[in-house]
């Protein structure tokens, strides 16, 4: 390992000499600080918590030591061929003239937020492409630092962008090795410390503060500049405290524009941002981030209680809370942002390291294989501002939103407000970067399956190759097969779903010793040769669970399956290559299922279907489920959606039908949460 003084010098000198800075720009000056507290790790090294923070259960790998592959590469490269690797090109928001690349347009959070998701995108596939239109943009950021350690636009001063350009150039880091980036955020959180007591936390970034707070962490496991930890205190001090909120949670039911005290052209007041959704999925985070800083154990474990009330109040079968943008109660046809799915999972993604908890991997799961696609077309050209997971119609009219617009369900560019538009991207490709993490003890651990390949080092610093083959989470097998250098002693922990009971592991072909407990990771620790092999078996059992006016949700494995009326796309507005969409049903929507829900594989089965298509996408869907159910008249069109659930049991003198349920994902118009017969 070499000091970053002696990686920075080359690789700036080199940058300048290629591209030069032309007149009135200014160039970051290689150094402020004359000081090395550390050594920079090398690329692939797994970075842990110093002293005094508290340590982690896991690990984050840094970004590229895993590869996607099988489905999850399909997914990866349908984004890139969409809005992913195409919005700069087609909406002015991104495109040349951003204030993030020097121009005189937008200058706030799209560029960074377009970036956040570009990066591990582009260094995932690796993809020269797309490496080298993210590097266009970050080189821009690393070659305009002010001289007082500012960074970005000089049109607005807003800390919150920067937060999110600061999670930007983490990744950055991590895929290139660029020795720029840490001086220049030690430079940067610098010129923060000074600044911030005369220009404090305001508005989104008051209610955000989490979200730097994990980039100051990320730099203080590289530096150990103590001088971070008091700005991480200061940062605190002046956040909003989301965990009194959650002590004393004032939104038990569904907020309006009046409750909220909204006023078209004011500022938001607090009470607004306190339900506000995308707030509030980002803020999951924040008790354990902090509790890593705090030490408090009560602080870290504050989330489950968080988590707890959102799911009592605002729970949807999807995995999601309800936010339509703001808290919106149990009803599945409220909705929620698709900025709150992608934050949720960074979220669930950054508990899981802290806490090693296996439900924070099952929570990740069920939004990541059916939140987040079900509310982007299977090319990934459009995507919806609000979701429902009761949704028979995407057209422009008012609904029964809490505070949002007439097109917030449209599939299209940028339906009602342009941020998920510019957000949007990060979802698949942070879910690649933490499908694995690492362990205190040199050890590995699965949080989320899905096919890929993992390349990291193992006990006392040796290399291992780890490949994943599984068409999970459509079927429950999975096949890891182990790499090492040479043979190595590691544990390898196993996340065993709180839906799997019955699991079977077998190492080598031989079945494992103790107990195998759903909710729990299992571990193996043991002499790891080349080319051993371990084959999980999850049961993929149907299961019934009960939500709003005790209707009826159907699941298999992480999978929530839906009835998908068949569609008619109505085309709105050509946007170039994108279009904004609306979507009509053909077919009927207002069905009672007729269930054995003891045993439900009594009354549903599990039908293989060959794949065509994207993964979630109907001609892409593996596995259908056919039942039978009956016609209730009595549940209309409310509002543009479907009306209040009726309490079940309910009962129909409508015929019986045979009905098909797809995963939920496939479905862009569905029903999920299903009224139920008395007499099945």
Same mark, same amino acid.
């Given at each position: 390992?070499?000091?970053?003084?002696?990686?920075?010098?080359? $690789?700036?000198?080199?940058?300048?000499?290629?591209?030069? $800075?032309?007149?009135?720009?200014?160039?970051?000056?290689?150094?402020?600080? =004359?000081?090395?507290?550390?050594?920079?790790?090398?690329?692939?090294?797994?970075?842990?918590?110093?002293? &005094?923070?508290?340590?982690?259960?896991?690990?984050? @790998?840094?970004?590229?030591?895993?590869?996607?592959?099988?489905?999850?590469?399909?997914?990866?490269?349908?984004?890139?061929?969409?809005?992913?690797?195409?919005?700069?090109?087609?909406?002015?928001?991104?495109?040349?003239?951003?204030?993030?690349?020097?121009?005189?347009?937008?200058?706030?959070?799209?560029?960074?937020?377009?970036?956040?998701?570009?990066?591990?995108?582009?260094?995932?596939?690796?993809?020269?492409? @797309?490496?080298?239109?993210?590097?266009?943009?970050?080189?821009?950021?690393?070659?305009?630092?002010?001289?007082?350690?500012?960074?970005?636009?000089?049109?607005?001063?807003?800390?919150?962008?920067?937060?999110?350009? @600061?999670?930007?150039?983490?990744?950055?880091?991590?895929?290139?090795?660029?020795?720029?980036?840490?001086?220049?955020?030690?430079?940067?959180?610098?010129?923060?410390?000074?600044?911030?007591?005369?220009?404090?936390?305001?508005?989104?970034?008051?209610?955000?503060?989490?979200?730097?707070?994990?980039?100051?962490?990320?730099?203080?496991?590289?530096?150990?500049?103590?001088?971070?930890?008091?700005?991480?205190?200061?940062?605190?001090?002046?956040?909003?405290?989301?965990?009194?909120?959650?002590?004393?949670? &004032?939104?038990?039911?569904?907020?309006?524009?009046?409750?909220?005290?909204?006023?078209?052209?004011?500022?938001?007041?607090?009470?607004?941002?306190?339900?506000?959704?995308?707030?509030?999925?980002?803020?999951?985070?924040?008790?354990?981030?902090?509790?890593?800083?705090?030490?408090?154990?009560?602080?870290?474990?504050?989330?489950?209680?968080?988590?707890?009330?959102?799911?009592?109040?605002?729970?949807?079968?999807?995995?999601?809370?309800?936010?339509?943008?703001?808290?919106?109660?149990?009803?599945?046809?409220?909705?929620?942002?698709?900025?709150?799915?992608?934050?949720?999972?960074?979220?669930?993604?950054?508990?899981?390291?802290?806490?090693?908890?296996?439900?924070?991997?099952?929570?990740?799961?069920?939004?990541?294989?059916?939140?987040?696609?079900?509310?982007?077309?299977?090319?990934?050209?459009?995507?919806? #501002?609000?979701?429902?997971?009761?949704?028979?119609?995407? =057209?422009?009219?008012?609904?029964?939103?809490?505070?949002?617009?007439?097109?917030?369900?449209?599939?299209?560019?940028?339906?009602?407000?342009?941020?998920?538009?510019?957000?949007?991207?990060?979802?698949?490709?942070?879910?690649?970067?933490?499908?694995?993490?690492?362990?205190?003890?040199?050890?590995?651990?699965?949080?989320?399956?899905? &096919?890929?390949?993992?390349? =990291?080092?193992?006990?006392?610093?040796?290399?291992?190759?780890?490949?994943?083959?599984?068409? #999970?989470?459509?079927?429950?097998?999975?096949?890891?097969?182990?790499?090492?250098?040479?043979?190595?002693?590691?544990?390898?922990?196993?996340?065993?779903?709180?839906?799997?009971?019955?699991?079977?592991?077998?190492?080598?072909?031989?079945?494992?010793?103790?107990?195998?407990?759903?909710?729990?990771?299992?571990?193996?620790?043991?002499?790891?040769?080349?080319?051993?092999?371990?084959?999980?078996?999850?049961?993929?059992?149907?299961?019934?669970?009960?939500?709003?006016?005790?209707?009826?949700?159907?699941?298999?494995?992480?999978? $929530?399956?839906?009835?998908?009326?068949?569609?008619?796309?109505?085309?709105?507005?050509?946007?170039?290559?994108?279009?904004?969409?609306?979507?009509?049903?053909?077919?009927?929507?207002?069905?009672?299922?007729?269930?054995?829900?003891?045993?439900?594989?009594?009354?549903?089965?599990?039908?293989?279907?060959?794949?065509?298509?994207?993964?979630?996408?109907?001609?892409?869907?593996?596995?259908?489920?056919?039942?039978?159910?009956?016609?209730?008249?009595?549940?209309? $069109?409310?509002?543009?959606?479907?009306?209040?659930?009726?309490?079940?049991?309910?009962?129909?003198?409508?015929?019986?039908?045979?009905?098909?349920?797809?995963? #939920?994902?496939?479905?862009?118009?569905?029903?999920?949460?299903?009224?139920?017969?008395?007499? &099945?």
């Amino acid at each position: 390992m070499v000091t970053w003084i002696r990686q920075f010098t080359p $690789v700036y000198l080199a940058f300048v000499a290629a591209v030069g $800075v032309g007149a009135g720009q200014t160039a970051a000056p290689p150094a402020v600080h =004359t000081k090395v507290i550390a050594s920079a790790p090398a690329a692939d090294a797994v970075v842990r918590n110093r002293a &005094p923070l508290r340590r982690n259960k896991f690990d984050l @790998l840094p970004l590229g030591a895993i590869t996607p592959a099988g489905w999850l590469r399909q997914q990866l490269e349908v984004q890139a061929a969409g809005l992913t690797g195409h919005i700069d090109e087609i909406w002015p928001d991104l495109g040349p003239d951003s204030g993030w690349l020097g121009g005189a347009g937008e200058a706030w959070e799209r560029g960074p937020y377009f970036l956040d998701g570009l990066i591990p995108l582009a260094y995932e596939l690796k993809d020269p492409a @797309l490496m080298t239109k993210a590097s266009r943009w970050v080189e821009w950021t690393l070659t305009h630092q002010q001289p007082s350690g500012q960074i970005g636009p000089t049109k607005n001063d807003d800390w919150w962008p920067r937060m999110v350009m @600061l999670k930007v150039l983490t990744q950055y880091q991590e895929a290139t090795g660029d020795a720029r980036v840490i001086p220049l955020m030690q430079r940067y959180f610098a010129f923060q410390a000074q600044e911030i007591d005369k220009h404090p936390l305001f508005e989104w970034s008051k209610y955000r503060w989490q979200d730097e707070l994990v980039s100051v962490v990320w730099l203080y496991n590289r530096t150990g500049d103590p001088k971070l930890l008091d700005l991480a205190r200061r940062l605190h001090s002046q956040g909003y405290d989301w965990r009194r909120q959650f002590e004393h949670f &004032p939104f038990t039911a569904k907020q309006t524009r009046e409750s909220l005290g909204l006023k078209t052209g004011s500022a938001n007041p607090d009470i607004a941002m306190q339900s506000h959704g995308v707030n509030n999925a980002m803020a999951l985070k924040a008790s354990p981030v902090w509790g890593s800083i705090s030490g408090q154990a009560a602080d870290v474990e504050a989330v489950h209680e968080q988590i707890q009330i959102l799911d009592r109040y605002h729970g949807l079968p999807n995995g999601m809370f309800s936010a339509d943008e703001h808290f919106a109660g149990p009803d599945p046809s409220q909705g929620i942002e698709l900025c709150a799915v992608v934050e949720a999972m960074f979220s669930y993604e950054n508990i899981e390291a802290i806490l090693g908890d296996a439900d924070f991997g099952d929570r990740l799961e069920r939004i990541a294989f059916n939140a987040l696609p079900g509310t982007l077309t299977d090319d990934m050209w459009a995507h919806q #501002y609000d979701q429902q997971p009761n949704q028979i119609k995407c =057209t422009r009219t008012d609904r029964q939103w809490s505070t949002n617009g007439p097109e917030s369900n449209l599939f299209g560019l940028e339906p009602n407000f342009g941020c998920c538009t510019a957000n949007m991207h990060q979802g698949w490709p942070k879910l690649v970067e933490t499908l694995w993490m690492a362990t205190p003890d040199g050890g590995l651990a699965t949080v989320v399956y899905a &096919p890929n390949e993992v390349r =990291t080092v193992v006990g006392k610093g040796i290399a291992v190759k780890l490949v994943e083959e599984s068409d #999970y989470p459509f079927e429950g097998h999975v096949r890891l097969t182990v790499e090492p250098q040479s043979t190595v002693r590691f544990p390898l922990r196993l996340r065993v779903p709180a839906w799997a009971n019955g699991t079977k592991i077998r190492a080598n072909g031989k079945n494992v010793v103790g107990r195998i407990e759903a909710g729990t990771f299992y571990t193996l620790d043991r002499d790891w040769h080349s080319g051993d092999h371990i084959d999980i078996d999850f049961p993929m059992l149907l299961r019934v669970t009960h939500w709003y006016h005790n209707s009826v949700v159907i699941e298999r494995g992480p999978l $929530v399956y839906a009835l998908a009326p068949t569609p008619e796309w109505s085309k709105l507005k050509d946007r170039g290559p994108a279009s904004d969409w609306e979507v009509r049903p053909s077919t009927p929507w207002n069905y009672a299922l007729a269930i054995d829900e003891k045993h439900p594989e009594r009354s549903i089965d599990v039908v293989q279907r060959s794949s065509k298509g994207a993964p979630f996408s109907m001609d892409g869907t593996r596995i259908a489920l056919h039942l039978h159910g009956r016609r209730l008249p009595g549940w209309t $069109v409310v509002e543009e959606s479907a009306g209040p659930l009726p309490m079940s049991p309910v009962t129909s003198a409508e015929p019986e039908e045979s009905l098909t349920l797809v995963p #939920y994902g496939a479905a862009k118009l569905r029903i999920t949460a299903f009224p139920f017969l008395s007499s &099945p």
